[in-house]
């Protein structure tokens, strides 16, 4: 069973930058489509960025496009999000989420979700 672990959420100022991680166990990360979801406040999950099992191809959402980068370590069975031009709209509890099938911009598509880390953009 794979788990999921983030950190590296907080506070950031408008235009400012953010690193996420997302430490996996109990198997080997690259073997799994790995991406990021985000909510806001009452709203939905919204799918970011995602990368494929084995070639590791980045995925982006449109408001990410440009901003975001999705990235792996596999020696450290770790996923990053880097987030840069953060500006209010990006706040929210940001989660990482895993599935051996492949990328989908639906949550339910995806078997493991880590608990998430907060990220909060204001001044």
């Known amino acids: 069973q794979l788990q999921l672990v983030e950190s590296g959420g907080g506070l950031v100022q408008p235009g400012g930058s953010l690193r996420v991680s997302c430490v996996a166990s109990?198997?080997?990360?690259?073997?799994?489509?790995a991406g990021w979801f985000r909510q806001a406040p009452g709203k939905e999950h919204e799918g970011i960025a995602c990368?494929?099992?084995?070639?590791?191809?980045?995925h982006y959402a449109d408001f990410a496009e440009g901003r975001f980068t999705i990235s792996r370590d596999n020696a450290k069975n770790t996923l990053y999000l880097e987030m840069n031009s953060l500006n209010p709209e990006d706040t929210g509890v940001y989660y990482c989420?895993?599935?051996?099938?492949?990328?989908?911009?639906?949550?339910?598509?995806?078997?493991?979700w880590g608990q998430g880390t907060q990220v909060t953009v204001s001044s």
């Open positions: 989420v895993a599935d051996a099938r492949g990328c989908s911009w639906y949550g339910l598509d995806f078997a493991s």
């Open positions: 109990g198997d080997t990360l690259e073997h799994y489509a």
């Open positions: 990368s494929s099992r084995g070639d590791g191809r980045a």
